[in-house]
């Protein structure tokens, strides 16, 4: 269980010597049950990002404080592990080494490091191209390595920041159904951050709409449909179609009280 | 690759020949043609002249290019790990990148007098900017997602630093390296031309003031290789090191 208790977050941007105040998070709360699914969305610099790296405790936060399982989160722990945008993966490294990337750290002998990690790229998919390095493969094989890296630590929170954010239509679609069925499978607790409405409500349990900046929680909606969840039979569901539509309203109506 | 190599003997033996043609034509002391080139150069190498000179300029060499590798990846990475470090320190190191290292000579002799400290000091000298402000430069440019990525899993400032931040530098430290050993072959054959006369700097000065031109190109054709071969041994190195960069170079 994440409780997420009235956070607030600025940063000090400096231009020119004028230092302004950038209010990214105001006053947000959350909580997110165990191996929930939920997604947050909002407008670009909503501060979804920032919520996330403090969730993770990469940033502190100014006021407020996030617990997981009544325990407070001031640092990165064990138990979460994040997929990052740009997949963060290291150049120098083949696929398999960068999935033991994340053991390494934890101090694993080199045998289970590589026995665990070929593991974990098996269930991605790509027990074939371990020794690829990064640029050799394509965005979306470069995302499965990162989601391997995260899930070979065994996490029970995934903290996922737009992972199929850069990589084209065809692959999201692949890997939104490739996560869900890892997902079911592995039971964990994730925290998907988003700009796609059909994303959004076709992975989540829950869906968290953000205001523009300073990111407030707008609204929190509950996703009705059944699991498993077949990609072409959920989009063509009344509810679905429903529920994003309601979503883009949401959006809108957040983006133009913000402008008033 | 291949028609590289084949390309570069071409361009070795035409001006090979362009140089015979040219020193037999003009038939002067001042341009020997190539074959009489080689045949000083052979003599030198089999009196032993030559190899004894060339071992103590490639000891200082060494020991000079050593030092310089040393201080400057440190410095370097303390310059760009550390903002009060480089406000510290870049204000000198970019003054001496660009100084005409020859003017510090009369300072280093009266420091360390005309032994082979000297000598090594002027390689340093030489040397050791360059791969400073490519270390720092590299240290700098590291993607903070990198960073960030290590530091959610857990990383310590260690762990970042020997399996994040050295990694990714490493490509630019070893072009700093790699401009390094060309400056400290510039530096060897200066201080031996300006400090103490050994090595084969001593001969050049010697060959060249007695007019003997055809040991005098020997040397300078034998410092060419001494460098050609100096800076392969680097690039086989920095090949080793950081060959994932090269495979993306060449895509």
Known sequence: MIEI?????????????????????????LSIRENEFVSIIGPSGCGKTTLLKIIDGLIPCDSGG??????HVSAPGPDRAVVFQTFALLPWRTVLANVEFSLE?????????????????????????????????????????????ALA????????????????????????????????????????????????????????????????????LDVPLPRPRLPDEVRRDPKFVDLTNYIWDSLKKAMENHHE | MNSRFSTNVLSILSLAVLWEVAGRTLDSALIPPLSQIGAAWWKLL?????????????????????LAVLIGIVVGVLMGRFRAVEHFLDLYVNALMSAPMTAFVPVLILWFGLGVQSRIAVV?????????????????????????????????????????????AMPAIMAGVRLGMGRAVK????????????????????????FATDSL????????????????????VDQRLTGWKVEIAIE
Not at chain 1, 169 to 182: C, G, I, K, N, P
Not at chain 1, 195 to 213: F, G, K, N
């Open chain 2, 46 to 66: 089999s009196s032993g002249k030559l190899l004894s000179n060339l071992t103590m300029s490639l000891a200082t060499l060494a020991a000079g290019f050593f």
């Open chain 1, 66 to 71: 996030i617990s997981i399982n009544g325990k």
């Open chain 1, 105 to 149: 750290l934890r101090r694993l002998p080199k045998e289970e490091r590589e026995r665990t990690a070929r593991e974990y790229l098996k269930r991605v998919g790509l027990a074939d191209f371990e020794n690829h390095y990064p640029h050799e493969l394509s965005g979306g094989m470069q995302q499965r390595a990162g989601l391997a890296r």
């Open chain 1, 153 to 220: 630590v065994n996490p029970m929170i995934l903290l996922m920041d737009e992972p199929f954010g850069s990589v084209d239509a065809q692959t999201r679609q692949l890997l939104q159904e490739e996560l869900l069925e890892l997902w079911q499978r592995e039971r964990k607790t994730v925290i998907f951050v988003t700009h796609s409405m059909d994303e959004a409500v076709y992975l989540s349990d829950r869906v968290v709409v953000m205001t523009p900046r300073p990111g407030k929680v707008a609204e929190v």
């Open chain 2, 124 to 168: 340093f000298l030489f040397a050791v900017f360059v791969i400073i402000i490519n270390t720092m430069t590299g240290v700098k440019q590291v993607d903070s997602v990198f960073v960030e990525m290590a530091r959610s899993f857990g990383a310590k400032e260690k762990e970042i630093f020997f399996k994040i931040i050295l990694p990714a």
């Open chain 2, 217 to 236: 190109f020997a040397v300078i054709l034998t410092i060419l290789m001494v460098a050609m071969i100096t800076m392969k041994l680097v690039q086989w």
């Open chain 1, 5 to 29: 208790q009235g956070i607030s977050k600025s940063f000090q941007k400096t231009v020119k010597n004028n230092s302004t105040e950038l209010r990214a998070l105001a006053n947000v709360s």
């Open chain 2, 187 to 210: 530096g060897m054959v200066t201080a031996e031309m300006l400090l103490t006369l050994t090595g084969i700097g001593a001969m050049i000065m010697q060959y060249g003031s007695s």
